[in-house]
């Protein structure tokens, strides 16, 4: 990469829209600039009712080897990190508020807030020869923020190792654990992802994002909170004129009817 190139590819395809963080000259670290860039596209996508699914994935070795470290230096002040940290939250928040559902294609290294970004998108497909990690500590900074994320997806003892050992865990580790959905090859990642993305794709959008909003939703609270959620969810979905055609054609054995953009 050029320092006149863009810190963030987009491309759609077909209901299909990759975000490739270009950066792999710096292993893709989250700088501010690749933040906002990313942080804008997701605004931009969330209002786009073509995009059916987002892949992010990374150029280079690495996935996003966490934040640029030589840009926290720059200002290591306590409002310049606040505001740094911040940006990180609002940009990983946005990623489970989107309508859409976000595939983690992990080619390289995920550590630190590459690693949060992993287990903030809604579903993730690695190499098998990667290697994740919350390897902040062994830098003497704690990996708080990246903690959010992976301990939502994590059991708790096994998080707790990846913070405070700093230790990288391989692939196979991490699917065991519940922070990827599959791994692969490395030849065969590019296709395992887009066959998962197409087969989300091919779903009811309006049940989809109906139940993305739920499932982050229903999980931060109570058994009685959450399906009383569920209900008023599934109650709204069932009066789309998706659901009510798919049963229809369930019921007489036909063709599930191609679902349109609503």
């Known amino acids: 990469m050029t320092t006149t190139d863009p810190v963030l590819l987009r491309d759609d395809d077909n209901g299909i829209t990759t975000l490739t963080l270009n950066r792999g000259d710096k292993f893709n ?4 600039e690749l933040m906002g860039a990313i942080q804008r596209q997701l605004h931009d996508i969330a209002d786009d009712k073509t995009v059916r699914v987002v892949i992010v994935k990374g150029q280079g070795k690495a996935f996003s080897a966490g934040h640029d470290l030589s840009e926290l230096m720059t200002d290591p002040g306590e409002q310049a990190m ?14 489970t508020k989107l309508p859409q559902p976000v595939i983690a294609c992990v080619q390289g290294v995920a550590a630190a807030a590459g690693c949060q970004l992993v287990a903030q998108c809604d579903l993730a497909v690695a190499a098998d020869h990667v290697k994740f990690g919350t390897s902040g500590v062994n830098l003497g ?5 990246p903690m959010v994320a992976v301990t939502r997806n994590v059991g708790r003892k096994q998080a707790m190792e990846m913070l405070l ?3 990288m865990i391989d692939a196979d580790k991490a699917l065991q654990i519940g922070l990827l959905n599959n791994i692969v090859p490395l030849d065969e990642l590019d296709g395992a992802v887009n066959d998962l993305a197409h087969r989300v794709a091919k779903q009811s959008t309006a049940a989809i994002r109906l139940g993305k909003q739920l499932f982050y939703k229903q999980i931060e609270h109570g058994l009685d909170a959450a399906y009383d959620m569920a209900a008023d969810v599934i109650t709204c979905n069932m009066q789309s004129k998706d659901a ?6 369930f ?3 036909q063709p599930m009817p191609p679902w349109k953009d609503e």
């Not at 670290?29 to 501010?32: F, K, M, P, Q, R």
């Not at 900074?141 to 923020?145: D, K």
């Not at 009510?244 to 054609?249: K, M, N, T, V």
């Open 165 to 167: 050992t700093g230790d």
């Open 244 to 249: 009510r055609e798919g049963i229809q054609a």
């Open 29 to 32: 670290a989250l700088s501010s």
């Open 251 to 253: 019921l007489n054995k």
């Open 82 to 95: 606040r505001a740094l940290f911040k940006q990180c939250s609002n940009m990983m928040i946005t990623i």
């Open 141 to 145: 900074l704690f990996c708080s923020t």
